[in-house]
């Protein structure tokens, strides 16, 4: 199971830390990304970070202004959201897949994710 937390109204140019936990399993072998739908628009990948946090990915939009991260022993995945803007708005969901011993991996579709959370709202608006 996966849950995030965090999200919130923030004004534009706020920050948000976005969490991920597991429970009741461990995320050591599992790839994991950050996704968001806002309303009437698909669901869009955002940023994306392999077992060992060696290999990240962002969406051009977020790049410069987002940071994925982890830490296994706590069993959480962050995604640091700064200078956020009125584009940003949406349903952030975490999502996981395992990898095994194949740290390289990191896939970057949704379909290819098989555990996520249930989403937290993220709102920017002034």
């Known amino acids: 199971q996966l849950v995030e937390s965090g999200g919130g109204l923030v004004q534009p140019g706020g920050s948000l830390r976005l969490s991920c936990a597991s429970s009741?399993?461990?995320?050591?072998?599992?790839?994991v990304g950050w996704f968001r739908q806002a309303p009437g628009k698909e669901r869009e990948g955002v940023s994306w970070?392999?077992?060992?946090?060696?290999?990240?990915k962002y969406l051009g939009s977020v790049e410069d202004r987002f940071t994925i991260s982890r830490d296994n022993a706590k069993r959480t995945v962050y995604l640091q959201m700064n200078n956020l803007k009125p584009e940003d708005t949406a349903v952030y969901y975490c999502?996981?897949?395992?990898?095994?011993?194949?740290?390289?991996?990191?896939?970057?579709?949704?379909?290819?994710?098989?555990?996520w959370g249930q989403g937290t709202q993220v709102t920017v608006s002034s």
């Open positions: 009741p399993f461990s995320l050591t072998h599992f790839a």
């Open positions: 999502a996981a897949v395992s990898v095994g011993s194949r740290g390289y991996l990191l896939p970057l579709e949704g379909s290819e994710y098989k555990y």
């Open positions: 970070i392999n077992t060992n946090s060696d290999m990240t």
